[in-house]
């Protein structure tokens, strides 16, 4: 593959990453900037995802996979997953291996180092990443995402949950996509 594809593909990646990490660090614990910015973020940050009291759009995909249940065997496989690739999370991060903004976290690793294969003009090493990619969407995200983004448009009105409800729904849906058309066409390549 010519140089200017494999730039173009690591731009792509990278703008990709850049993304996921953006949704991750909208699913964290606002930034004292953020919640300046946005009247009542960090209660209804705790309302929604941490409690007390039942919360209406759990952030863990373990609830939506196995009835309500938290640390249970898929999260064990996201850990796993994460352990595959080389991935920690970081030790400042308190929460579950399953949160959402770690796996959106997770997702952005992989598309950053799908990104360095590109630049170094690796097209077999660049496939390698993207299988993660789309194992990780195809085995977690795409299949609990929907269900925590219903949930999560059904249980507020800030308007900034809501948006980003609604452009994580879109953009994981697009990503599966576009992850598995290059996924095959660069399997096809290499043959």
């Known amino acids: 593959m010519g140089a200017g594809i ?78 595959e690739a080389g991935y920690a999370l970081d030790p400042s991060f308190k929460e579950l ?22 630049k170094a003009g690796d097209a077999s090493v660049a496939l390698s990443w993207l299988e993660r990619e789309r194992a990780f969407l195809d085995d977690h995200l795409t299949r609990w995402l929907p269900a925590f983004c219903d949930r999560l448009l059904a ?3 800030v308007r900034f949950y809501r948006k980003l409800a609604g452009e994580l729904q879109e953009f994981v849906a697009l990503d599966a996509e576009r992850v598995t058309a290059l996924t095959g066409l660069l399997e096809e390549a290499l043959a």
């Open 6 to 83: 494999g730039m173009s593909r690591a731009e792509e990646a990278i703008e990709r990453a850049s993304i996921y990490e953006l949704l991750a660090l909208g699913f964290s614990l606002p930034s004292p900037e953020l919640a300046k910015a946005v009247s009542g973020l960090i209660s209804e940050y705790h309302r929604l995802f941490v409690g007390p009291g039942e919360l209406p759009a759990p952030p863990y995909e373990s609830v939506y996979r196995e009835g309500w249940r938290v640390m249970g065997e898929t999260t064990l496989d996201v850990q796993s997953a994460y352990e």
């Open 97 to 118: 291996p399953d949160h959402v903004a770690a796996e959106l976290a997770f997702m952005g690793l992989l598309t950053e180092e799908e990104a360095k294969a590109w």
């Open 155 to 157: 249980s507020t009105e």
